[in-house]
């Protein structure tokens, strides 16, 4: 059976050194980095999640600020709210929670955060650095990925790496930074044929669909890194997609759900929270 890429090791390491930096910062800064969060709607996971953020912030030392707005809010009145955050001297990060009651705002909500305080790494200008090869704020979980990775000598250089999932929140982003590691990297959708025989030419195999059990054994190659992003409910469970007994006897390496990529998502929204208040603060 292949070994556990766990998240939390790394996780503890990158929060732990974000407290440690803040610290280190606090007797040359005006005032601590400030992180705000804008929650359209009630969503119950969106809660819980922006509640666990709040929770990390207050540990390592940013200033958390939640902005829970209605359902219903227009989007007019939810870029007047990121507008407050971008000239507000105090916050240094700006997370909209996804996805939002009204899907249509989502595109103009990310290109309304300022730059450099778009922690999630969403805002065009942010896409188009990583795309050159000069990124600023990475997205959270494609960032992650990479620290796991690094943490166990997974080599890149070279790899075959095969990403299911397509999505602007990690296939793309992720192929981006696999890419600019040296890897050859190919990604599939919903509109891959034969999805089965492309997996099996991958060293690293990453899938973040959403989908139980999409990744079977027979679709991965003796001795692969596999790295399973997705989460769908079961029974009130977090299962991946990946079906994880049988494709644990194959891999050589493999991410639980939960406790694989989850946890690094919010060290490296902390990270990022960091990076962007030295930025703006031009503190060394």
């Known amino acids: 059976m292949g070994?556990?890429?766990?998240?939390?090791?790394?996780?503890?390491?990158?929060?732990?050194?974000v407290g440690a930096e803040i610290a280190r910062l606090a007797p040359h800064a005006p005032y601590?980095?400030?992180?705000?969060?804008?929650?359209?709607?009630?969503?119950?996971?969106?809660?819980?999640?922006?509640?666990?953020?709040?929770r990390a912030c207050e540990k390592v030392g940013i200033h958390s600020v939640s902005r829970l707005l209605p359902s219903d809010t227009g989007e007019l009145t939810l870029l007047a709210c990121i507008e407050e955050f971008n000239e507000d001297p105090h916050i240094h990060g700006i997370l909209v929670q996804l996805p939002l009651p009204s899907p249509e705002h989502e595109a103009t909500a990310i290109e309304s955060i300022a730059p450099l305080k778009d922690v999630d790494g969403f805002h065009p200008l942010n896409v188009a650095k990583l795309f050159e090869g000069r990124p600023y704020l990475v997205p959270s979980t494609p960032a992650g990925i990479l620290e796991l990775l690094a943490l166990h000598q997974v080599p890149i250089v070279d790899s075959r790496v095969v990403i299911i999932g397509a999505s602007n929140i990690v296939g793309k982003p992720?192929?981006?930074?696999?890419?600019?590691?040296?890897?050859?990297?190919?990604?599939?959708?919903?509109?891959?044929?034969?999805?089965?025989?492309?997996?099996r030419e991958a060293d690293i195999l990453v899938t973040?669909?959403?989908?139980?059990?999409?990744?079977t054994a027979d679709m991965v190659k003796p001795g692969a890194v596999v790295v399973d992003v997705g989460i769908t409910l079961v029974d009130g469970h977090a299962v991946g997609d990946v079906d994880f007994a049988p494709v644990a006897e194959k891999a050589s390496l493999l991410t639980p759900v939960p406790g694989g990529v989850g946890p690094l998502t919010i060290a490296l929204l902390l990270a990022n929270t960091l990076k962007a208040y030295k930025t703006i603060l031009g503190l060394a």
């Open 174 to 199: 992720l192929a981006l930074c696999i890419l600019h590691h040296g890897a050859v990297v190919t990604i599939c959708h919903k509109y891959t044929r034969d999805l089965a025989a492309i997996s």
């Open 3 to 17: 070994a556990l890429l766990l998240g939390k090791p790394v996780s503890d390491r990158i929060r732990a050194e």
């Open 208 to 215: 973040a669909v959403g989908r139980q059990k999409l990744v």
């Open 32 to 54: 601590p980095p400030g992180l705000a969060v804008i929650l359209v709607g009630n969503d119950p996971a969106s809660a819980i999640y922006v509640r666990n953020k709040q």
